[in-house]
């Protein structure tokens, strides 16, 4: 015993813009429910058309299935029983109604009973039958439900089968009532077939693919730059080397050359140095004096210091992180959200990454968030982040300090770095070197190239000019010869 209600009358619902016509095809009536007047929507078996089931709706907008809901088929389902070219799919029986009536009763449309949170499971029961049309268009609710519950009823479907509809106003009853019938129309025929999000075609791309590629921002080392084809928004770089190898003051040349040559912004995060102290470094790149070491040392007077430091000033050009020993890595990426945003700054140069995890009970897996934040924060804002890590003494081999080589494995936390970094590089110096030259003498290394690959491997070497402070691009040093019993060539060596 189903336990149905009289279905009641078929009249026109003026205040939906419904014609009796409609409600009659569709059967959607107005009865009684307990001495409640209802509007009933008969959900038929689509196999033999006798009413299993009725969604009454109430004045207050309440609801309520009666009847069989076993297979639970949707309203107006017994209609189309040979499938066809499309399909569309609403949230409500009187939207399904109203997409009956403006097309005229001539196209498929119906509507799920259990509400947006049962859409997905009555799709699923329902996927044989829906197969038989070569599309399925989803009309639900512009809300907030709606829009959730399409996308998750669309991955149901096969590639290119499932499109959602978008519309002005919040369903198809709303437009139909204010005069906007031609967009219910229009809607159903350009509905964008579901893709999840992150996928996109050849055809989307297409003006991005035919666009030339850009050379990137240059090295102060043209050098590196003919190597990497310059560095490009959106990527994080990575340094590495041994103490008092010389990668701050790499870094300080950098930042000199992307202030004063090309001109743009830069924010440096010297977690370990004193804002003021760079500064000094800068100023001192800049004019070609050591203002970081005393007067008499330096060769250097306050004349030079406060003209330099007045030159920089004015270009207004760069943004120091001035809270020392603070290492909060949250803290450090809204301070660069606000800097890419407020100051346009692109240039980032932080000093070093493993200050950001050390105050970490677990360090390890602070660098991996940390990393991948950083990696996802350069790309959302279109930055390029430089960062310097200190590296794990090695298990073989000479330390770093003694021009050992860098390694990728010798990052602390090398996993996380060298997955999310676009370019690696490392410094190497024997700073116990005999050899007074070949102590001043540092090896670049390109560790990763994400871009092309070209350049790992490769280096380039500099020398240090104490009187102005400088790095100096130099040739490959010659390999020291350690034979004992070399002579120089011609020279008689039998004994």
């Known amino acids: 015993m189903l336990d149905l209600i009289e279905p009641g009358q078929f009249i026109a619902l003026t205040k939906r813009g419904l014609t009796e016509e409609a409600c009659r095809r569709a059967g959607y009536s107005v009865s009684s429910y307990h001495g409640q007047a209802v509007q009933v929507a008969a959900i038929k078996d689509p196999d033999t058309g006798q009413t299993k089931g009725q969604k009454l709706r109430f004045p207050n907008k309440d609801f309520k ?43 498929p449309v119906v509507s799920i009973t259990k509400g947006i949170k049962g859409a997905k499971k009555q799709i699923q029961q329902n996927l044989m039958w829906l197969s038989k049309f070569d599309e ?17 009823c669309a991955t149901v479907f096969k590639p290119g089968v499932c499109k959602i509809a978008h519309l002005s106003m919040k369903d198809p009853n709303e437009l139909f009532l204010a005069g906007k ?6 809607a159903i025929f350009q509905a964008k077939s579901y893709r999840p999000d992150g996928i996109v075609t050849l055809s989307d791309l297409r003006e991005r693919i035919l666009a030339e590629p850009e050379q990137g921002f240059p090295w102060w080392d ?16 990575a340094f590495g080397a041994g103490t008092g190898v010389g990668k701050t003051d790499w870094f300080t040349e950098q930042m000199m050359f992307d202030m004063s040559r090309l001109n743009e912004p830069i ?10 102290e760079t500064g000094k470094r800068l100023a001192g790149k800049y004019a070609g004096k050591r203002f970081h070491i005393p007067k008499e040392a330096g060769g250097w007077s306050q004349d030079e210091l406060v003209s330099t430091l007045d030159a920089l000033e004015a270009s207004g050009k760069v943004f120091f992180y001035d809270n020392f020993g603070a290492t909060d890595w949250d803290v450090i990426q809204s301070t660069i959200r606000f800097l890419a945003h407020s100051e346009g700054v692109k240039l980032f140069y932080l000093d070093h990454l493993t200050a950001l995890a050390a105050a970490e ?10 990393m991948s934040e950083m990696a996802a924060l350069a790309k959302e804002l279109r930055v390029i982040i430089h960062f310097i890590s200190h590296l794990s003494r090695p298990k073989e081999g000479k330390p770093h300090e003694e021009g050992g080589r860098v390694m990728i494995k010798h990052f602390y936390g090398s996993s996380a770095i060298g997955f999310w970094s676009h370019f690696m590089f490392g410094l190497e110096r024997d700073q116990q070197a005999e050899n007074e030259a070949m102590r001043g003498i540092t090896t670049f290394r390109v560790l990763k190239d994400r871009y092309t690959g070209s350049a790992t491997g490769q280096c380039v070497f500099y020398s240090y000019d104490e009187g102005v402070g400088r790095l100096v691009a130099c040739d ?10 070399s002579k120089p060539e011609g020279e008689n060596t039998d004994f």
């Open 65 to 107: 299935y009666i009847g069989d809901a076993k297979d639970d088929p949707f309203f107006l389902q017994h209609l189309w029983k040979d499938g066809g070219k499309r399909v569309v799919i609403t949230e409500g029986e009187i939207d399904a109604v109203t997409v009956f009536q403006v097309q005229q009763f001539k196209w």
């Open 136 to 152: 399925v268009v989803l009309m639900f609710d512009m809300d907030e439900p709606g829009r959730a519950g399409a996308i998750e």
């Open 181 to 186: 019938a031609d967009e219910i129309v229009t």
């Open 222 to 237: 043209e050098r590196l730059t003919k190597l990497t084809y310059g560095r490009r928004l959106g990527e994080t770089y």
């Open 267 to 276: 924010g440096i995060f010297a977690l370990e140095q004193q804002p003021d």
């Open 361 to 370: 009970d677990d360090e390890l897996g602070a660098l991996k968030r940390i």
């Open 476 to 485: 490959k040093p010659a390999e020291p010869d350690d034979n004992p019993f």
